[in-house]
């Protein structure tokens, strides 16, 4: 994969593929019980994501400085809505274009 791709062009964090991630994260975490990987407290993964202890995607490493590992899923890990809404990692659910409530 030539190197510029990596670095340019990353798609944004929204819509079907953000839909995609978060079905596969809570797949995989209903099956290992993760964590909250913020708080550590169990997730109830059959609450929806629009419930504040629902499970997100938490991007491990912050979008802002590792943009290229947005869609990386080694970098996704799941979270409570309420947490990962007021987490201090650089994430901001706020910034425009990213529509979190978007499921
Ligand atoms: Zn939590």
């Not at 490493?61 to 899923?73: A, E, G, Q, V």
Request: charged share 20%.
């Amino acid at each position: 994969m030539p190197r510029s791709q990596l670095e340019v062009n990353v798609p944004a964090w929204n819509g079907r593929r953000a839909a995609a991630a978060l079905r596969q994260v809570k797949a995989a975490g209903r099956r290992e019980r993760t964590p909250c990987v913020l708080c550590r407290q169990p997730i109830d993964y059959s609450l929806p994501s629009t419930d504040p202890d629902g499970c997100t995607v938490q991007h491990v490493k912050s979008r802002k400085l590792f943009p290229h590992l947005t869609w990386s899923p080694s970098n996704w890990a799941p979270a409570h809505k309420s947490c990962n809404s007021s987490a201090g990692t650089g994430e901001n659910p706020m910034e425009p274009g990213v529509e979190f409530e978007d499921w």
